[in-house]
């Protein structure tokens, strides 16, 4: 079910404050509107009354979209900085909501693992991952390697995360390069078309040196290249 509710809404540009009605929930079964607007990076845009900046809020949501397995728990990117507390509470809250349900729903989620995302913008690119047929956990490996080889070029932006836009059509991943504050993006980065087979590839390794991105909601690289503003 999908819920709807007023929120209070800031400008990032000029401050103005209003009230809007943002999704509280978003059942991607039933509202095929919306999962459109998530992966055209639309999804929730307002427009400042004051200044008319475009912009999308950024609150807490849940995504779930049992068809594809995906339950994906969306909080402010302010909230990065606890994210184990997060996380825990995701686990905890769905082994609960699970555990009550009737045996006809616990057999159609089966599988369902849940995700942890801070951001619109970690939201459409979730959404995007799952579209393109890639698993997430191997995808932030290939993006660990990227950063890696890339040090130098991807230093000059500061503080940033690379993030999936769109497979294109040599196989290669177009990633653009985003602020971790601020959510802006500095440019892109193209990853090779090899790239999450060789992840693949070394899979036993990875899970050995980064086993979070395998086993908990908060499937990001940030985890590791920032252990300290993750």
């Not at 890639?134 to 940033?160: Q, T, V």
């Not at 294109?168 to 802006?184: K, N, T, V, W, Y």
């Not at 390794?205 to 252990?227: E, G, I, M, N, Q």
Request: proline content about 7%; overall charge neutral.
């Amino acid at each position: 079910m999908s819920r709807v509710g007023p929120w209070p809404v800031t400008c990032p540009a000029c401050q103005h404050e209003w009230v809007a009605r943002l999704f509280e929930s978003v059942n991607g079964d039933r509202i095929l509107a919306q999962v459109e607007d998530i992966l055209a990076g639309t999804f929730e845009q307002q427009t400042c009354p004051a200044c008319g900046t475009l912009f999308r809020p950024e609150h807490t949501m849940l995504y779930a979209q049992f068809s594809a397995r995906l339950w994906i728990v969306m909080h402010p990117p302010a909230d990065r900085v606890r994210y184990e507390l997060i996380e825990h509470g995701v686990e905890l809250v769905m082994a609960r909501n699970f555990a009550a349900a009737a045996p006809r729903v616990t057999d159609g989620v089966r599988g369902v693992q849940p995700r942890l995302v801070f951001g619109q913008l970690l939201l459409t690119e979730a959404l995007r991952t799952h579209q393109a047929g890639l698993s997430p956990s191997l995808l932030e490996c290939a993006k660990l390697l990227a950063w890696r080889r890339n040090l130098g070029d991807l230093m000059r932006h500061g503080p940033s995360q690379l993030m999936f836009e769109e497979l294109e059509p040599d196989g290669r991943l177009r990633c653009g390069i985003f602020s971790l504050d601020g959510g802006h993006r500095g440019g892109e980065l193209h990853l090779p078309a090899d790239a999450i087979a060789e992840a693949r590839a070394s899979q036993d390794a990875f899970a050995r040196l980064y086993p979070a991105l395998f086993t908990r909601p908060y499937v990001s690289a940030c985890r590791y290249l920032y252990a300290d503003a993750a």
